[in-house]
């Protein structure tokens, strides 16, 4: 058998073609065949940022080291309660709808987020109607949200400290 030159470089061309390929292979099959839990829906945290802190205007969770904690006591872990929000998601209201409920925003809260990979928080401006709520989410946003008022904001007890 002679060596053919041409041959073997067309093969090893085809081996390095099909390598890139499998190197892209999860790549893909994530992009094309696998769906986000929460497409459709926006999300009202920024989902590729480490959540540092959330600050209320009652209480405030924070990551110390791989354990949260909070200035109150809560019926609930910290851990889920911070993926209660990390998960939170809704509907989006466009600018007509918004301009409808308008009339009816009283008393907006502002709830800070802070990340790992940002300098300045997050502030998600927070309406509560009384079938919905309405957020603000870190795309700007407005999103409707439908959740028992204890869902985010569970019933607390104020934290004492004994000298």
Known sequence: MKY????????????????????????AIKTYLITPENEGYPVLFHPEYTVTAINTEDWSLNREDSHWV??????????????????LAGTSVDAKTYQSLSPNLKRPET?????????????????????????????????????????????????????
Not at 70 to 87: A, D, G, H, I
């Open 70 to 87: 909070s200035t109150v006591s809560f019926p609930v872990s910290l851990t889920e309660l911070v993926q209660r929000w990390q998960k």
């Open 111 to 163: 709830i800070e987020i802070w990340y790992e990979e940002q300098e300045e928080p997050q502030r998600v401006t927070l309406y509560r109607l009384p079938k919905f709520w309405l957020l603000k989410n870190w795309q700007g946003q407005w999103i409707a949200v439908s959740v028992a008022s204890d869902y985010l904001f569970p019933q607390y007890v104020e934290k004492t400290t004994e000298k």
């Open 4 to 27: 053919r030159g041409r041959r073997w470089n067309n093969i090893l061309i085809l081996l390095v073609i099909a390598f890139i390929v499998i190197l892209n292979l999860p790549t």
